[in-house]
């Protein structure tokens, strides 16, 4: 699987932008998706997470962007949404989505290093 990131640009606070990550195959109901971002001279951070559509699907949120971002996905068209909304100048990041194989039905990993499948990121820029 091959995952191709998109949508990111120079908004001002307070207005939403929406990030597609499209697979190449459609195995990809299997895995699990993630978005982090990754800001200059800082770590890469989780942003957001759909678990595979396995069972009931499941998605996770840090506390820093609950209630404005949502994820979502379509498999049909083999795309992971990231809905950003009520954006502010320190969600400024590039943006990475990442995915794999579901391995535990609910678990949603946080850490960067429990994928193996990256798109290239795409940059999104919040002014005050």
């Known amino acids: 699987v091959q995952l191709q990131a998109s949508g990111g640009g120079l908004v001002q606070a307070g207005d939403s932008l929406r990030l597609s990550c499209v697979a190449s195959?459609?195995?990809?109901?299997?895995?699990?998706v993630v978005w982090f971002r990754q800001a200059p001279g800082k770590e890469r951070e989780f942003v957001s997470g759909?678990?595979?559509?396995?069972?009931?699907?499941?998605?996770k949120y840090p506390d820093s962007v609950k209630g404005r971002f949502t994820i979502s996905r379509d498999n049909a068209r083999t795309t992971v949404y990231l809905h950003m909304n009520r954006l502010k100048p320190e969600d400024t990041a590039v943006y990475y989505c990442?995915?794999?194989?579901?391995?535990?039905?609910?678990?949603?990993?946080?850490?960067?290093?429990?994928?193996?499948?990256w798109g290239q990121g795409t940059q999104v820029t919040v002014s005050s």
């Open positions: 990442a995915a794999k194989q579901n391995s535990e039905i609910g678990a949603i990993s946080v850490s960067p290093g429990s994928y193996d499948i």
């Open positions: 195959e459609h195995t990809f109901s299997g895995y699990d």
């Open positions: 759909i678990s595979a559509s396995v069972f009931r699907v499941t998605t």
